[in-house]
């Protein structure tokens, strides 16, 4: 099932109720779409038909709609659509990337590209789009968290020759960065925050540019 698209990889996304998966295809038609598959298997459903790529789903905490971004108004945007089917609303209208919301429901973040981005945030119940960090070194490379959200920076030019690079946490009560990894090698893309709490998982390249290994973190608080 998983597909790739450019640049993209998809990233399967498990339904809160951990009952389905949703994902981008471009198993029918030639362009890329929105399916659901049961986690236990079964038949995948094609839930987008439009001829522009639909990519990049996620879904609300509630399990009730999957987000997603598509270029069907000639810019990239972020848009919704009723998880048992129905017809897709367009959510941002400043271009939007790789949707993902809140643990408590309050807001959607979303990037403005895929690489080298920053990232933003609208409030679910109405409201002005705000920057929320800059330098964020891709779309798949954040978690988000109760109280913030840890991210792999891009790298500035000084350190662009080091093969390091760094977890970093934005708490969003104090609006303060810190670090609270290093990896030993470049992080190849990807952050996963365990349930309890207590471990970062993510993939480390032990030899560029095809050899990578899974690393967990663990007291990094």
Do not use: C
């Amino acid at each position: 099932m998983t597909s790739f698209h450019g640049p993209e990889v998809t990233i399967p996304r498990w339904s809160p109720d951990d009952r389905r998966i949703a994902f981008d295809s471009d198993a029918e038609g030639g362009q890329f779409d929105i399916w659901v598959i049961g986690a236990d298997g079964g038949k995948p459903v094609r839930m987008t038909t439009h001829p522009a790529n639909d990519g990049n789903p996620s879904w609300s905490h509630d399990g009730r709609w999957i987000y997603f971004d598509s270029a069907r108004t000639g810019e990239q945007q972020v848009w919704k659509l009723p998880a048992d089917g129905g017809e897709a609303i367009q959510l941002t209208r400043d271009g939007g990337y790789a949707p993902l919301e809140s643990p408590e429901g309050k807001f959607l973040y979303y990037t403005k590209n895929l690489f080298n981005t920053s990232l933003w945030r609208v409030p679910l119940g109405g409201g002005q789009a705000a920057k929320v960090l800059e330098g964020l070194s891709s779309f798949f490379d954040l978690a988000i968290v109760d109280k913030g959200i840890y991210f792999v920076p891009w790298p500035d030019a000084a350190s662009l020759s080091s093969i390091h690079s760094s977890i970093q946490f934005l708490d969003l009560q104090t609006n303060q960065i810190r670090r609270v990894a290093t990896s030993e090698g470049p992080i190849a893309g990807g952050l996963a925050f365990s349930p309890d709490g207590e471990w970062i998982l993510y993939a480390s390249y032990k030899r560029l540019p095809d050899q990578a290994e899974l690393r967990l973190v663990e007291n990094f608080r």
